[in-house]
């Protein structure tokens, strides 16, 4: 694929990019005022759904890697300080999706292994954050959490809870990219059905 940016093109990503940046900034940053948990599963399947459509609308190499810079951008400027956390995973995202699309192509499997990657990716940047914050033992301590749990409670109650946590990333990554799949064929059957009408 190359990577070649016409206008068309380069509106695509100005427009996406902006539309994805404000839902950062406003859906974004009002999850994490709730403090709801699962934040980062929930935004990252809402920005597979802005990186999918918009590279069904231009499959050009590294367009969803421009678009993802922009969001993160955008949604830099509604901190009142600086946030590196939020823009790296905004960018990262952008990125792992960029790579999957340009090598395996805008084909459903591509599709579905971009929302897995990009599903758990929150999972990944919060264990190498908090490794990188409180040492690297910070996932033995997390064992060590969920063992002492399940010896207190029972029924492995605590390798449950993080098997049920990565569960949710993966269903809410896969889900979104499938929903955004669907969509895009029955916009498109919809429209292919309006220019047979027409003519």
């Known amino acids: 694929m190359e990577m070649t940016y016409s206008r068309r093109s380069l509106a695509y990503i100005a427009v996406f990019g902006s539309v994805w940046g404000v839902a950062e900034a406003t859906f974004g940053n009002m999850i994490h005022l709730l403090h709801l948990p699962l934040s980062g ?5 809402m920005s597979l759904v802005f990186m999918l459509t918009a590279r069904r609308l231009n499959p050009v190499s590294g367009s969803t890697f421009l678009m993802a ?3 993160a951008s955008i949604k830099m400027l509604s901190f009142t300080a600086v946030k590196i956390g939020p823009f790296a995973g905004i960018v990262i995202e952008g990125l792992i999706a960029d ?3 340009s090598v395996l192509g805008n084909r459903k499997s591509s599709w579905l292994l971009t929302g897995f990657i990009v599903g758990i990716y929150p999972i990944i940047q919060n264990l190498v954050t908090k490794s990188l914050l409180f040492g690297l033992d910070f996932i033995n301590v997390i064992f060590e959490m969920a063992e002492g749990f399940s010896e207190k409670v029972g029924f492995q109650l605590g390798w449950w809870l993080i098997i049920f946590y990565i569960g949710v990333h993966v269903a809410l990554g896969l889900g979104s990219s499938i ?3 669907k969509l895009q064929n029955q916009i498109e059957q919809k429209l292919n059905k309006k220019k047979t009408t027409t003519f």
């Open 41 to 45: 599963a929930l935004l990252s399947a």
């Open 69 to 71: 810079l922009i969001a």
């Open 99 to 101: 790579i999957i699309l």
């Open 179 to 181: 929903f955004t799949w």
